[in-house]
């Protein structure tokens, strides 16, 4: 082999001969993570911290001067923190806690006023169980059996997380009422209408929430078992360890993350639930959220954010916790091997076999409480008081046909949607990609991780205000008045809610990621950048593409942000067509929801399908 | 190629340091071996050649320039990992021609260099296999075509060796010799392993806590350790501490628990080494002074005639062309490297004078 | 009914279209025509929706139709514009070509204008040799306001009349018969007026802001309303106040009571400014009844329409209740379906019942009585609605036009029965003011002023199925609105006075009494 003139020296002669356009990439190659990080870091910058920050502040600053009596006055408030008021009153009055709590005892131990802190956290914890009873089955099924349809319902798992609350309400109660389909279908069987929803509000606000959050837990589950390493298995199994206990030692650890994933998303939207809590349950069962959106309407600004900071920090603390916890533990490398799966009904014997038998069991679960409601909602688009009718849709054709400019058209929604919804993903899955990589061997990762997860800690209709105060009606900062509305203000909102799941998706796969990997690639001359594109990314894809699943669908189903950014514009949604055409009667808003639904279901089965061909 | 060196670097993180004052220099085209046991920072001072790291003080020169704050797709290095590395999702070529794809060839060199290089490593034909697919002695021979293929001037290796087997390891070793050797590129390589430092490497340096103890020919580092630590590390030894007690001639006559010993006059033959390390004995000991001293097994023979002392055996390993024995001279435990296995429970042996090596002074 | 009414919107109050005959050759169909259903000569409407009429006048009897025309017609009745017209038409039967045109020219109150030059154009071409043989290109109407253009032949033409500073303008189709059109003239203003308002006017089934727009800028021809529709509504416009963010509406469309407490408890300066009712001559139509009073201090708020609250229950499952204390009956238990006071309107206005009735002292206990007997208070309206479509409970507070929908839907009226707690109903009426500061103060009195036209009362009243803001003589309705819009016997309204400073505590107090953990 010939020998070369130089080293390092030589070499560099060399490169500086390059062309000025390899240069410029050569440039970029280098600091293209910084300059993402700095993108990130200005689109959240404006168009996240500016924002919530104008709300928040005000719960602190009262005409100027900072001061803390806000908090003190709803942490001392009874109604707001039930038991707790008078130790939040007065933490140092440690004599009179100890006599309230023997007093307490000596009475019986009654259960203690909870408070409207106190009740929202348990719904929000009652909320969590039964998604998780409901989502992990879904994603047992559909990692370890194969069936006709499984890539399709697969795709549509997320389906219910997009629906806004509007249409979930009234999908319900066509499922559950009294007049609903659950009840028909118990009457043609000869048993009798059942009062599903009047039984018990709280059973039929939760059952709601685990529609809209058990398809969050199985998805994320389910990319997590279709992650693990076959070998592992195998090699516990020859070990001596029976199926079951292979699957609790091996399989259930490297599961356990994402379910724990799913459980804290789960209980920090449930936390921070608004709509479906007062449309089927009502003000008896008022959360947080319902009191900060009366707050806002009120003009009460500063009391809103004090109880929106209150909720913030709690939820924040949460996923905080949780962090902590994922980044401690050890990476199971992921496997090349993802287990095999088995065919579900391949003869009758198997066919009726407790463990089919079991998962039909589900199946009929999953059918009564996820299709029920939505195939419900689909039949009231195209029923009135006096049946079936096509005056819906005949209604949204006219109205596309023949409406003004100025009013809501149908097909204007559908298409920002789709288009939104791709914007987003281009600009949410690089925020992910840069935040995932900056923090998950960083020092200060899991607290960066977790002012990153800010978004979905902070309340919606909050949010909303702080767009509305911060970007629509301008802010002035130094001489400069900042505004942004319109089609790009709602892309980078969408995308500021969404990084979050590409993030939480990103980084647990490249956490186990073997960083000798990356040292290679830059040894062998890659920038980081490059290394990152050619070796990271690949190896990461599944997360990716869930967390691009996640980021569509919250783009779809976003509401409260673009309802703000598209007034007076053109640029409005599906979910914001649906709610300005609701009027004493449902039908047009029914129609067009169904619209949102069937293009959605659609919009998934192609995302899934060409991100497949990025996985594996 | 290219010439190496390290000076006065150091590396310290928040809590710990783990290079202290490491200053070596390596030759073009050496096989320069860094060897030491676990976190001795044998690998951090990989990294800081590789540009992993930066050093918190010193520099790294190549070829007499600084590389201090360039990246390591700048130096030019070649790196093969403990655990090779290889992307998964990429084929054997792909991986191969990975480094290839930033310096301004075009295809079809880099397919013929693809070549090139899987002729070199015997893998020639394995080109569209997956990493998953190889056995552990190919992928490391993967690995190391790949650092190899873009024609670096440093070609460093971080225990490649430790994931195989012992069989495999010593053909592999003697592959990566030869192959090192007919590239005539200068390359750094780290092993635990003693034997195999001393077994390939031009020379090598003996590190432990951060520190280089003693760098030197296999040969040098052998037989004149200039510290305990490499006196007890390289190779099985018995170390002794005594005192002087007189000298005669060109002998010490050194007092250990438990009798007396003849040993060489260090400085009368100490050789010539490179590496500068403190310890060693450069002046000649005194009457008084306490030193270290160390007697290779296989220099306890049954049948030398001075230094006689009684062992009693523990335990012996059967190596085939000789005898490792554990015993035990009162207290102190003694290793032998004996022709054939010992009849006896209890034997005596013995070493000349020349055979012991003045380590140090206590 | 929209689509009749829409026709008929061509000739608002006062400014009187109705084009008439046109094919049917029954004449007497005043109703819009033009279209299509007209054709059938009766039924017209395709629709549903009104009927009432349909059968009734269109046939052949010319002279009353318009009695039944449903909806708005003109003012004072259908027989101005139409009585005109039935002579004129079916009667003309030439044949096709050389069809007659009879243009009446009136100003805004109506009264016809004499000497006022017509000009009748097509395509952009004034035609010649139309009146009276002569060659000349336009004519001046005689004392009853009256010109007759002859010889049109089929096909659409825009007619033209000024009388000094006033003009105005209309379009007629000839279609194989005479016809009929009337012009009103008047001051022409031109200008942007920009109105904001809430999404049902605007996205609704029958939006009335959009019929709103296209017979004001018809009337107005170089005017154009511009729609915006803030999501906070009145919100808004309260915190860009606040902010200093600037103003640029003219018109807010769809106030209530509680806004105006909510405004003044938050600003110092004014929004709206204060009424110059001399500048809406139709301001002395709105009639005197609490429905309709603000009580505002300041009188910045016009009504439009108003609504009243009452129960919607199924006669089938409860018997319709008659006072409040029914409710917390036995009988009664677990029956009522009502909503957030916080958010929802009939929510608050059945509070407001509730506080009128017990006092604000009472009605706290009143509410405990409620919840006791298993009152279900959910979110907004729709979600209560909801519930009720689905038979969740048999009785939900909701407004007292509710059969017009379920007739409009084809549903039950069983299911769609109302009942007046204490022979009253809770009104909430809705107004619209002028933004203090805007700058076509001009334009929007003069839009304020159309709404309150008989055309425009009766539009909105069946748009937004709530009832006019104007005295009964000043507006038509047709008989099916009567039928199914119930107005209960006696109307109750806590106005501004009463609820300024004391609305947020009132429903304070309340929402921690229901949802108290």
């Known amino acids: 082999m010939s020998s070369r003139a130089g080293g390092p020296g030589g070499r560099r002669d060399g490169r500086s001969r390059r062309s000025g356009r390899n240069r410029l990439r050569g440039w970029a190659g280098r600091h293209a993570l910084t300059v993402l990080a700095v993108a990130t870091a200005a689109i959240l910058a404006v168009m996240l911290y500016l924002p919530v920050g104008i709300v928040f502040s005000q719960a602190v600053f009262s005409e100027g001067t900072p001061t803390l009596s806000a908090f003190r006055a709803v942490l001392a408030d009874p109604f707001y923190t039930g038991a707790l008021a008078g130790v939040l009153a007065d933490p140092l009055a440690i004599g009179a806690h100890v006599e309230g709590v023997l007093e307490w005892l000596r009475a019986g131990a009654p259960v203690p006023r909870m408070g409207l802190f106190g009740f929202t956290a348990y719904q929000a914890a009652l909320s969590t169980v039964a998604s998780v009873l409901l989502g992990l089955p879904a994603a047992y099924v559909l990692a370890t059996y194969e069936f006709r349809g499984r890539r399709t319902i697969r795709s549509l798992t997320i389906l219910p997380f997009v629906l806004p609350g509007i249409m979930v309400a009234v999908g319900f109660y066509a499922m559950f009422g009294r007049d609903g389909t659950l009840n028909a279908a118990l009457d043609f069987a000869g048993l009798g209408p059942v009062d599903f929803i009047g039984y018990s509000p709280l059973a039929v606000v939760i059952v709601a929430h685990a529609f809209y959050n058990a398809p969050l837990v199985a998805r994320v589950t389910l990319a997590a078992w279709e992650s693990v390493d076959r070998r592992a298995v195998e090699t516990a199994r020859s070990l001596g360890a029976g199926p079951g206990r292979a699957f609790r030692d091996v399989v259930v650890p490297q599961l356990l993350p994402a379910v724990l994933t799913g459980a804290l998303l789960t209980f920090v939207f449930t936390f921070m639930t608004f709509p479906i809590v007062l449309a089927l349950g009502g003000l008896g069962l008022a959360t947080v959220e319902v009191w900060i959106y009366d707050r806002i309407s009120q003009l009460a600004v500063a009391e809103a954010a004090t109880l929106a900071v209150l909720e913030t920090v709690l939820t924040l603390g949460l996923t905080y916790a949780y962090l902590r916890y994922e980044s401690a533990q050890a990476g199971m490398s992921r496997g090349d091997a993802s287990p095999a799966r088995e065919p579900l009904f391949p003869d009758l014997r198997t066919a009726l076999s407790a463990r089919r038998l079991a998962v039909l069991a589900y199946g009929a679960v999953a059918v009564v409480v996820f299709v029920g409601p939505m195939a419900s909602m689909v039949v009231g688009g195209v029923t009135d008081g006096g049946g079936f009718t096509l005056r819906h849709y005949r209604f949204l054709a006219e109205r596309q046909a023949t409406g003004a400019a100025y009013q809501t058209l149908p097909w204007p929604a559908i298409r920002n949607s789709l288009l939104f919804g791709v914007a987003t993903l281009a600009v949410a899955l690089p925020m992910g990609v840069t935040i995932s990589v900056l923090t998950v061997r960083s020092r200060w990762g899991t607290a960066i991780d977790a002012l990153a997860m800010v978004p979905l800690a902070v309340s919606g209709v909050v949010f909303g205000i702080g767009l509305l105060e911060g970007l629509v009606f301008g802010t002035d900062i130094g001489g400069f008045r900042l505004q942004v509305t319109g089609a790009a203000a709602i892309v980078a909102a969408h995308a500021v809610a969404a990084y979050p799941f590409v993030v939480r998706n990103v980084s647990p796969l490249l956490a186990d990621l073997d960083p000798a990997l990356v040292e290679s690639a830059r040894a062998l001359g890659a920038s980081r950048a490059r290394a990152l594109l050619d070796v990271e990314l690949p190896l990461v894809a599944s997360g990716i593409v869930a967390g691009a699943a996640f980021a569509f669908a919250i783009s779809i189903g976003e509401f409260s942000s673009t309802v703000i950014l598209a007034s007076g514009s053109d640029a409005y949604t599906m979910p914001v067509a649906v709610e300005r055409y609701l009027g004493r009667r449902n039908g047009p808003a029914i129609a067009m929801g169904t619209v949102l639904l069937v293009v959605t279901a659609a919009s998934f089965v192609v995302v899934d399908r060409v991100g497949g061909r990025f996985e594996a | 190629m290219t010439e190496l060196a390290l000076d006065g670097v150091s590396k310290a993180y928040d809590e710990t340091t783990a290079l202290r004052d490491v200053s070596l220099a390596v030759a073009d085209g050496e096989f320069f071996t860094l060897v030491g046991p676990s976190g001795c920072g044998k690998t951090t001072t990989l990294r800081t050649i590789a540009g992993f790291e930066e050093p918190t003080a010193g520099e790294v020169r190549f070829d007499g320039e600084s590389v201090t704050g360039l990246g390591p797709e700048a130096r030019d290095v070649g790196v093969v990992f403990q655990n090779y590395a290889l992307f998964p999702h990429m084929s054997v070529a792909e991986n191969v021609g990975y480094g290839l794809k930033f310096r301004d060839s075009g295809t079809a060199s880099s397919e013929a260099r693809i070549e090139e290089l899987l002729e070199l490593v015997d893998l020639s034909g394995m080109g569209e296999r997956e990493p998953s697919q190889l056995s552990g002695g190919q992928q490391q021979r993967v690995a190391l075509a790949r650092a190899l293929a873009p024609e670096p001037s440093l070609l460093l290796l971080d225990e490649p060796m430790s994931a195989l087997d012992a069989r495999l390891r010593e053909s592999l070793r003697r592959q990566v010799k030869r192959i090192q050797s007919e590239l005539s590129i200068t390359t750094v390589y780290v092993t635990h392993d003693q034997e195999e430092a001393l077994a390939i490497s031009d020379r090598l340096a003996v590190m432990n806590e951060g520190r280089v103890e003693q760098i030197g020919t296999p040969e040098a580092i052998y037989r004149r350790p200039r510290t305990r630590f490499v006196a007890e590390f390289v190779g099985d030894n018995n170390v002794l501490a005594g005192e002087v007690r007189g000298r005669e001639d060109d002998r010490l006559r050194v007092g250990v628990d438990g009798g007396e010993f003849a040993i060489g006059d260090p400085v009368a033959d100490s050789g010539r080494d490179s590496g500068d390390r403190d310890g060693g004995v450069e002046s000649a000991p005194s009457p008084g002074d306490r030193i270290i001293f160390c007697v290779r097994p296989e220099a306890l023979r049954e049948d030398a005639e001075t230094n006689r002392v009684r062992v009693s055996v523990e335990g012996q390993e059967f190596h085939g062309e000789s005898v490792r024995v554990d015993g035990r001279w009162g207290e102190t435990p003694i290793v032998l490297r004996l022709p054939d296995v010992p009849t006896h429970e209890e034997l005596t042996v013995g070493f000349e004078p020349e055979a012991a090596h003045v380590v140090e002074r206590e | ?517």
């Not at chain 3, 606040?242 to 003219?250: E, F, K, L, M, T």
Request: hydrophobic share 35%; with cysteine.
């Open chain 3, 1 to 517: 009914m929209n689509r009749r009414a829409f026709l008929r919107a061509a000739g608002v109050g006062g400014v009187g279209v109705t084009i008439a005959g046109c094919s049917t050759g029954n004449g007497g169909d005043d109703d819009g025509n033009e279209t299509n259903d007209t054709d059938t000569g009766d039924a017209n409407e395709t629709d549903s929706n009104a009927t009432g009429d349909e059968a009734s006048g269109d046939d052949g009897t010319d002279g009353e139709d318009d009695a039944n025309d449903t909806g708005p017609n003109g003012t004072g009745s259908n027989g101005t514009d139409d009585n005109a017209t039935d002579g004129a038409n079916g009667t003309d039967g030439n044949g096709d070509d050389g069809h007659d045109l009879v243009v009446t020219v009136e100003d805004e109150a109506g009264e016809p204008v004499d000497d006022a030059i017509v000009r009748i154009r097509t395509e952009g071409d004034i035609l010649g040799g139309l009146f009276g043989g002569e060659e000349t290109e336009e004519a001046a109407t005689d004392s009853d306001g009256e010109v007759v253009a002859e010889g049109l032949s089929d096909g659409t033409y825009t007619v033209a009349a000024e009388s000094g500073d006033l003009s105005g303008e209309r379009e007629v189709e000839i279609d194989g018969d005479s016809a009929e059109v009337t012009v009103a003239v008047v001051e022409q203003t031109e200008g942007r007026l920009r109105i904001a308002t809430y999404s049902s006017m605007v996205d609704g089934e029958e939006p009335a802001g959009v019929w709103l727009k296209e017979a004001f800028e018809e009337r107005y021809p170089d005017v154009t309303i511009e729609w915006t529709v803030p999501e906070a509504g009145v919100n808004h416009y309260i915190q860009r106040a606040q902010q200093d963010a600037g103003i640029d509406v003219d018109v807010y469309f769809g106030l209530n009571v509680d806004d105006l407490v909510r405004i003044d408890d938050t600003l110092d300066e004014q929004l709206f400014a204060s009424l110059e009712r001399d500048r809406v001559e139709r301001a002395d139509r709105v009639r005197d009844d609490p429905a309709v009073e603000f009580g505002d201090p300041d009188d910045r708020v016009l009504p439009y329409d108003t609504g009243y609250i009452s129960l919607v229950y199924d006669e089938g499952e409860v018997e319709g209740p008659e006072s409040f204390e029914d409710l917390v009956d036995p009988a009664y238990e677990g029956t009522l379906l009502a909503q957030n006071a916080q958010d929802s309107d009939p929510g608050r206005a059945f509070l407001l019942w509730t506080i009128d009735a017990y006092g604000a002292d009472g009605y706290l206990d009143y509410w405990r009585e409620l919840v006791d007997n298993d009152v279900r208070i959910l979110g907004s309206w729709d979600d209560a609605y909801s519930a009720y479509e689905n038979a969740e409970r048999p009785m939900v507070v909701s407004y007292s036009t509710d059969q017009v929908y379920t007739n409009r839907y084809d549903g039950d009226m069983s299911r769609s029965q109302i009942a007046f707690l204490e022979d009253q109903g809770y009104a909430n009426p809705e107004g619209m003011a002028v933004f203090e500061g805007s700058e076509n103060a001009d334009l929007a009195y003069a839009f304020m002023d159309f709404v309150l036209s008989s055309e425009a009362q009766a539009e909105i009243a069946v748009r937004n199925v709530q009832f006019p803001a104007v005295a009964d003589e000043h507006v038509d309705l047709d008989a099916e609105y009567d039928e199914y819009a119930h107005e209960p016997p006696e109307s109750i309204a806590l106005g501004y006075e009463e609820l300024s400073g004391n609305l947020g505590g009132w429903i304070e107090d309340w929402a921690r009494e229901i949802a108290s953990q």
